[in-house]
């Protein structure tokens, strides 16, 4: 931190005059230090976080927040940021080189550079106290998801598939139940974890309700479990207060409305009224999905105590998808190995990018679940040389101390800002190999002692992953404040989306989707049925996740949240909205990290349908050609979307792309919500 200060001191100390090179692309370098040993810590913080590090983290996160805001507030610095911004329509720079003084000075700009001093206090104190909220919030969910299990034996298991029986014995292993059996023990134990890829199975194929119900209910009151040391519901109301005093110091009239600010979107209204125009659509589909799970039961002669709940709602779901389309998933997943998912990930990326894997056996790891690349292509000179372009690291599997879910991050990030005349007191000569990205994929897959089998939800989340890691590889920016994933949040979704669209296509899948044990190709007939299939449940999940993005943007729009229950707020604007009965929103608040551990995707969920509507748009581009791979279409999707980072506004790069404004239409006939004609 004092190196990264004495970096920003050197811009304001010298003498000469104010230029892009001194100011901007000396600021762009300033840190590398910082940079280096932060992204280390926040990587561990969320792949390997032990208690000894959690403690660490707590101490440190409003020391790192308090630092971030000194680092606007240096006096004179902020003078030359806004010297060379007003002037910098008649410095000739080059279009990128425009975008970064731009950036930067709305960088200063909304972290309080521009106030009085008083303001900027308060605002530090603010944004020290936010750091250590949202902490306190993603430890606690980190803490409910360690220590929960449902401890099960082979009879309570009924219904479950051989891959979750494998799963859910390999989990209870990890957590020693089996470790010591005698002949006093009513046999192996399974557990079921918080993690979902566990219990979302189990509540797809237990036949047991009652034990579905306890999995359902723990796993939505994850952060709300009755202990009043992680009441995640009270720290997220004291979020929610933090936030939106810092958008009254900015002279927003809420939270959301700064946010929206600095997006696509623009404002809270605009986001609404793209996630209403899909609500109500999927609202009619999710009300006659249910439906058609009554007539199931009305005839099959069973009678369900309150009608369908939520932890019904994925078991008869998965019953009337084997009754209509002769599809039953379960007979998909012994087809898809993480190892031959993996490899379709390779192969989709070497056919798009030209890009190659190769596996490093020899270099240390933190965990012996990660796997770590090296990514080449070939050079354009013809040479038939390679250059590196990136490390990649995968770390797949859950485990304690792992957060939840699935996420991409980086170690470094890429650059070509790395040596200059002008230079600053901690630099010294820099190798061009510190411009080279090292991207990392992070998972939460149960792990099996066999072969580890994927659903197909969790194989697209491969890709989705895999998507954002590209978004780092290909970045091609000269200054990092411009590269890789530092791009507005409602377009950053769009590289990841987008790849999810070649798992789905029948060349990459009929090729990859081999049996593990006898490495069968998976049968056309298999997936003639999946494809059938494909639109089934999107209400229900459009709702799950429409839900949630309509709540994000209702709560940070609250002027006022004194004597403000968060549970209440929740069931009325549930009811203002109709939800369906028997759907819950994917996360309710006491664990909903999107919005509560980051202020990245705050009054800001919305992003993922936002970009919904722009990767159906883009991948309509390639199909139109008659070919997934097509060269050219393939090199723009490289240019405009993979590599240019936040180079040019990306309402520009999208039209640089597809030569026009996004059309929601490939969206919505996606979703099975209009008429595929």
Same mark, same amino acid.
């Given at each position: 931190?004092?190196?990264?200060?004495?970096?920003?001191?050197?811009?304001?100390?010298?003498?000469?005059?104010?230029?892009?090179?001194?100011?901007?692309?000396?600021?762009?370098?300033?840190?590398?230090?910082?940079?280096?040993?932060?992204?280390?810590?926040?990587?561990?913080?969320?792949?390997?976080?032990?208690?000894?590090?959690?403690?660490?983290?707590?101490?440190?996160?409003?020391?790192?927040?308090?630092?971030?805001?000194?680092?606007?507030?240096?006096?004179?610095?902020?003078?030359?940021?806004?010297?060379?911004?007003?002037?910098?329509?008649?410095?000739?720079?080059?279009?990128?080189?425009?975008?970064?003084?731009?950036?930067?000075?709305?960088?200063?700009?909304?972290?309080?550079?521009?106030?009085?001093?008083?303001?900027?206090?308060?605002?530090?104190?603010?944004?020290?106290?936010?750091?250590?909220?949202?902490?306190?919030?993603?430890?606690?969910?980190?803490?409910?998801?360690?220590?929960?299990?449902?401890?099960?034996?082979?009879?309570?298991?009924?219904?479950?598939?051989?891959?979750?029986?494998?799963?859910?014995?390999?989990?209870?292993?990890?957590?020693?139940?089996?470790?010591?059996?005698?002949?006093?023990?009513?046999?192996?134990?399974?557990?079921?974890?918080?993690?979902?890829?566990?219990?979302?199975?189990?509540?797809?194929?237990?036949?047991?309700?009652?034990?579905?119900?306890?999995?359902?209910?723990?796993?939505?009151?994850?952060?709300?479990?009755?202990?009043?040391?992680?009441?995640?519901?009270?720290?997220?109301?004291?979020?929610?207060?933090?936030?939106?005093?810092?958008?009254?110091?900015?002279?927003?009239?809420?939270?959301?409305?700064?946010?929206?600010?600095?997006?696509?979107?623009?404002?809270?209204?605009?986001?609404?009224?793209?996630?209403?125009?899909?609500?109500?659509?999927?609202?009619?589909?999710?009300?006659?999905?249910?439906?058609?799970?009554?007539?199931?039961?009305?005839?099959?002669?069973?009678?369900?105590?309150?009608?369908?709940?939520?932890?019904?709602?994925?078991?008869?779901?998965?019953?009337?998808?084997?009754?209509?389309?002769?599809?039953?998933?379960?007979?998909?997943?012994?087809?898809?190995?993480?190892?031959?998912?993996?490899?379709?990930?390779?192969?989709?990326?070497?056919?798009?990018?030209?890009?190659?894997?190769?596996?490093?056996?020899?270099?240390?790891?933190?965990?012996?679940?990660?796997?770590?690349?090296?990514?080449?292509?070939?050079?354009?000179?013809?040479?038939?040389?390679?250059?590196?372009?990136?490390?990649?690291?995968?770390?797949?599997?859950?485990?304690?101390?792992?957060?939840?879910?699935?996420?991409?991050?980086?170690?470094?990030?890429?650059?070509?800002?790395?040596?200059?005349?002008?230079?600053?007191?901690?630099?010294?000569?820099?190798?061009?190999?510190?411009?080279?990205?090292?991207?990392?994929?992070?998972?939460?897959?149960?792990?099996?002692?066999?072969?580890?089998?994927?659903?197909?939800?969790?194989?697209?989340?491969?890709?989705?992953?895999?998507?954002?890691?590209?978004?780092?590889?290909?970045?091609?920016?000269?200054?990092?404040?411009?590269?890789?994933?530092?791009?507005?949040?409602?377009?950053?979704?769009?590289?990841?989306?987008?790849?999810?669209?070649?798992?789905?296509?029948? /060349?990459?899948? !009929?090729?990859?989707? $081999?049996?593990?044990? *006898?490495? +069968?190709?998976?049968?056309?007939? &298999? @997936? #003639?049925?999946? /494809?059938?299939? !494909?639109?089934?449940? $999107?209400?229900?999940? *459009?709702? +799950?996740?429409?839900?949630?993005? &309509? @709540? #994000?943007?209702?709560?940070?729009?609250?002027?006022?949240?004194?004597?403000?229950?968060?549970? +209440?707020?929740?069931?009325?604007? &549930?009811?203002?909205?109709?939800?369906?009965?028997?759907?819950?929103?994917?996360?309710?608040?006491?664990?909903?990290?999107?919005?509560?551990?980051?202020?990245?995707?705050?009054?800001?969920?919305?992003?993922?349908?936002?970009?919904?509507?722009?990767?159906?748009?883009?991948?309509?581009?390639?199909?139109?050609?008659?070919?997934?791979?097509?060269?050219?279409?393939?090199?723009?999707?490289?240019?405009?979307?993979?590599?240019?980072?936040?180079?040019?506004?990306?309402?520009?790069?999208?039209?640089?792309?597809?030569?026009?404004?996004?059309?929601?239409?490939?969206?919505?006939?996606?979703?099975?919500?209009?008429?595929?004609?």
């Amino acid at each position: 931190m004092e190196a990264h200060m004495e970096d920003l001191q050197a811009i304001v100390d010298n003498d000469a005059s104010a230029s892009f090179e001194n100011v901007f692309a000396t600021y762009d370098r300033a840190g590398s230090l910082m940079n280096k040993v932060t992204a280390v810590f926040s990587n561990m913080c969320s792949s390997l976080n032990t208690d000894e590090l959690q403690s660490v983290q707590r101490e440190m996160a409003p020391i790192l927040s308090r630092h971030q805001s000194e680092t606007y507030q240096i006096p004179g610095l902020f003078t030359k940021i806004e010297e060379i911004h007003q002037k910098r329509e008649s410095l000739q720079l080059t279009q990128e080189q425009k975008r970064l003084v731009e950036r930067i000075y709305l960088d200063f700009t909304r972290s309080g550079a521009a106030l009085d001093k008083e303001k900027q206090s308060e605002l530090t104190d603010l944004n020290a106290e936010l750091a250590t909220l949202t902490t306190s919030f993603t430890q606690n969910v980190m803490k409910d998801e360690e220590e929960y299990e449902l401890v099960l034996t082979k009879d309570d298991m009924v219904g479950c598939p051989d891959f979750l029986l494998e799963a859910a014995r390999t989990a209870a292993s990890e957590r020693n139940h089996n470790s010591k059996l005698d002949d006093n023990d009513d046999g192996e134990k399974y557990v079921i974890t918080l993690s979902r890829s566990l219990v979302e199975p189990f509540l797809t194929y237990s036949d047991r309700r009652d034990l579905r119900k306890v999995a359902w209910n723990a796993w939505i009151r994850r952060g709300e479990m009755n202990l009043p040391e992680r009441d995640n519901l009270k720290i997220a109301i004291q979020i929610l207060k933090t936030r939106q005093k810092i958008a009254k110091i900015h002279g927003y009239e809420s939270f959301a409305h700064y946010q929206c600010a600095d997006r696509m979107a623009g404002t809270p209204e605009k986001v609404m009224e793209l996630l209403e125009n899909v609500w109500n659509r999927a609202k009619k589909t999710a009300n006659q999905e249910r439906k058609e799970m009554e007539l199931f039961l009305d005839e099959s002669n069973v009678e369900l105590e309150e009608g369908i709940q939520p932890y019904d709602w994925r078991y008869y779901a998965e019953k009337v998808r084997k009754a209509k389309y002769d599809f039953d998933e379960s007979l998909l997943k012994p087809y898809l190995s993480l190892k031959n998912v993996r490899e379709a990930l390779f192969a989709v990326s070497g056919n798009l990018f030209g890009l190659k894997y190769k596996k490093r056996n020899d270099i240390p790891l933190y965990h012996p679940d990660v796997d770590i690349y090296e990514v080449t292509e070939e050079t354009s000179d013809g040479t038939g040389e390679e250059r590196l372009v990136s490390i990649f690291l995968h770390d797949n599997f859950a485990r304690p101390f792992k957060a939840s879910g699935a996420w991409m991050s980086e170690y470094r990030s890429q650059t070509k800002n790395l040596n200059s005349t002008s230079s600053l007191p901690t630099s010294t000569s820099v190798s061009s190999i510190e411009g080279i990205p090292i991207v990392s994929n992070n998972n939460n897959f149960a792990k099996s002692d066999q072969v580890t089998l994927l659903s197909y939800d969790d194989a697209r989340t491969l890709f989705h992953e895999f998507g954002h890691a590209h978004h780092g590889m290909l970045s091609d920016a000269t200054y990092g404040r411009l590269a890789s994933t530092n791009v507005l949040t409602d377009f950053v979704e769009l590289p990841s989306q987008l790849m999810e669209h070649w798992f789905e296509q029948r /060349d990459v899948i !009929k090729k990859y989707a $081999q049996h593990y044990k *006898t490495s +069968e190709q998976v049968p056309d007939d &298999l @997936l #003639d049925k999946l /494809d059938a299939a !494909k639109s089934f449940q $999107q209400g229900f999940q *459009t709702i +799950e996740y429409s839900a949630c993005a &309509l @709540l #994000d943007m209702a709560l940070h729009q609250i002027s006022d949240y004194n004597d403000f229950d968060l549970q +209440e707020f929740e069931q009325n604007e &549930l009811n203002r909205l109709g939800m369906p009965q028997g759907i819950v929103m994917r996360h309710r608040p006491a664990h909903f990290q999107h919005l509560f551990s980051t202020n990245a995707y705050a009054a800001g969920y919305y992003v993922y349908q936002w970009a919904e509507v722009l990767d159906a748009d883009a991948f309509a581009a390639f199909k139109e050609t008659g070919d997934i791979f097509d060269p050219d279409t393939a090199l723009r999707a490289r240019k405009y979307i993979y590599s240019a980072g936040n180079t040019i506004p990306p309402d520009e790069l999208f039209r640089k792309f597809r030569g026009r404004d996004p059309d929601i239409n490939f969206m919505l006939r996606k979703k099975g919500l209009i008429d595929s004609k």
